[in-house]
């Protein structure tokens, strides 16, 4: 066939072949934008029929009941230091919880994180707290309508602030990629021991107070500028079907 | 010529990589590190269709991959570069389809994907990676290149057979 002589006709050919591609790139930068929200929707919506049932909730509330006698001698402590000092109000300990099944879940990987089954609908937003069995697990991410994505505290560079009960000394709990999170601590002599509990600070409002996150392995007092420590976490990302989101 | 990018089956196939990132069998992993799924993918796709679908096809699987995964470490470059190289290599040497070569490739694959990571977060850090993220970016990385390289031979040479029977070259 000739060559147009219509240069104009044959370049709206060519915008039009490139039309279902400008779509194809437009599509996928609203995908990485929207954070994969339809993907995870229509993940939640899929494995529906898969999610954990309710035998393992009741697992997960009877292994609750640990964290929940340390968390009871931790505010009484509190409760006790505080009473007549200052006005703090705290809110009770079963108000704004949801409960929500781990849909997806990478824990071991590049990305430490859950997919929860439950989103803004039922009323989780991002920053809330995220508890398992035994503790603090992390922290919400995203949300989406129906779902919730969860930035565990083992992920590299999470930090959050904690507080040693015994010693009552702060320090910034870093996530290191594996189950074992480092622990800074800003004091010089910050009177920490192997098997002091870790939580979160008695007067923390980015985080629920007083919620059990790990226990102190190893201390390295020999480093620079400020000892270090080794925490183990009490709750287990790996083994948890259901959290509860401690809602703002 | 038909290419595998024109057909629509071929490209919807994509879509299986992020549901599979996201359901993340625990049965296909070691030490709970599942595989690189967009290595098992591109790979077939790359060698079928060429460099510039290849490399095409890593950007769009990478800011999808993106978007599911927290923390701002990209996987956009390594799939870029693995998709173009993987393309080359299908369109200059005799098709590649021993079970060894797919798993060596994917192997390599993965390690680069692992290694671009591990780069990222060490310049995230201030060009310094502490002995304990060291220690799980290294178990990551060999982790997820072994069981990468095991699942290829299976999962690329079922892929390959199908995409050259609707693209004869």
Known sequence: MAPTLRPGKSRWRGLGQLTPWLLLVAGLLMVRLSKGAGFTDAYALLSRPFWPGPAQREWVTAAADLEERSRLQLLEDDNRRLRGLLELRQQGAEDGKVSAAVISRSSRGWWQQLQLGKGSLQGIDQGDAVLGPGGLVGRIASVTPATARVKLLTAPGHEIGVWLPRSRRHGLLVGRGSSRLSLRFIDKDPDVRPGDLVATSPASTLLPPNVPVGVIQVVDEQAVPAPTAVVQLIAAPEAIDWVQVQTR | ?169
Do not use: K, Y
């Not at chain 2, 879509?15 to 790979?43: E, H, K, N, Q, T």
């Not at chain 2, 510039?52 to 923390?71: C, P, Q, R, T, Y």
């Not at chain 2, 850090?125 to 990468?148: K, M, N, R, Y």
């Open chain 2, 1 to 169: 010529m038909p290419r595998l990018h024109r057909q629509p089956i071929c490209v919807a196939s994509a879509l299986v990589v992020p549901f599979l990132a996201l359901a993340s069998p625990s049965w296909l992993a070691i030490d709970g590190v599942g595989p690189a799924w967009a290595v098992l993918w591109l790979l077939p796709w790359a060698l079928v269709d060429g460099p510039v679908s290849g490399a095409l096809a890593g950007v769009a699987l990478g800011l999808v991959l993106d978007g599911l995964n927290l923390g701002g470490l990209s996987q956009v470059p390594a799939l870029l570069l693995l998709g173009w190289w993987w393309g080359r290599l299908g369109r200059r040497a005799a098709p590649i389809q021993r079970s060894l070569n797919l798993g060596l490739l994917a192997w390599l694959g993965s390690l680069g994907l692992g290694l671009s990571l591990i780069l990222q977060l060490w310049w995230r850090q201030g060009g310094a990676l502490d002995p304990l993220t060291q220690s799980w970016g290294l178990q990551t990385l060999w982790c997820e290149a072994l069981i990468t390289g095991l699942l290829a031979p299976l999962l690329v040479s079922l892929q390959l057979l199908l995409w050259r029977r609707r693209v004869p070259s």
